[in-house]
């Protein structure tokens, strides 16, 4: 079956240390693999997609077939950094999609 | 430009209650998605739009949830005989076309079911 998981539901680092925020998936064909964020108060938002290989805010996210992993990492994190993550697996079958999350990851960044 | 819209923000009702949640989505998106956040459960995928093709209802967890897009735009769904367990947030995402690589999601309609 079709699996995200995040094994941490809070996660909480000083301004300036480095965050890693796992995500592990399970899928037999090729992953599309997406980080959404959510701040608070706001919307669920699109942070970025393992395709395009882009450093979004600092963040940057490797697909590792062999591990079936996605992690999320920022070398310095910030207090602005401080939401909700959700780590999310595309799926397109019989003329339908849909993307399948993780339980997401609360991050804290104190001061 | 506008994102996707929904409505009410909050909803409150009584157990046995119908109700219509309503979602807008971007001018131009042919792909619309509703999905459940709900405490422990996290982010669930109800139904899914695309164009004026049959839409995948494989999500809705029973037959007292059902869903249309009229014009293919604007989205209701409809909860019928609500029960406490459907208290949670309810998100609509649209994308431009199926198979883009970005979903927008509007800001939720937050259903407490007394």
């Known amino acids: 079956a079709q699996r995200v998981t995040q094994p941490e539901k809070l996660l909480s680092v000083f301004k300036g240390a480095p965050v890693e925020l796992k995500c592990n998936y399970s899928y037999s064909g090729s992953p599309e693999l997406f980080w959404y964020v959510q701040y608070s108060r706001q919307r669920l938002q699109l942070l970025l997609r393992h395709i395009s290989r882009e450093s979004i805010k600092g963040f940057t996210a490797d697909l590792n077939k062999g591990e079936t992993s996605f992690h999320l990492k920022k070398p310095f994190a910030q207090e602005e950094d401080s939401a909700m993550y959700y780590c999310a697996l595309r799926l397109t079958q019989g003329g339908s999609e849909k993307l399948v999350f993780g339980k997401g990851t609360k991050l804290t960044v104190n001061p | 430009g506008a994102g996707v819209s929904q409505s009410p923000s909050n909803k409150v009702t009584e157990k046995g209650k119908d109700v219509e949640l309503r979602c807008d989505p971007i001018s131009g998106h042919t792909a619309l998605y509703w999905y459940r956040q709900s405490l422990g459960q996290g982010l669930e995928f109800l139904i899914y739009f695309q164009g004026n093709s049959a839409p995948d209802k494989s999500g809705l967890p029973s037959d007292r949830f059902s869903a249309e897009r009229t014009g293919g735009s604007v989205s209701t769904l409809t909860i019928q005989r609500t029960q406490q367990e459907d208290s949670a947030v309810y998100l609509c995402?649209?994308?431009?076309?199926?198979?883009?690589?970005?979903?927008?999601f509007g800001p939720g309609t937050r259903l407490t079911v007394t």
């Open positions: 995402a649209s994308s431009l076309a199926a198979g883009a690589n970005e979903q927008y």
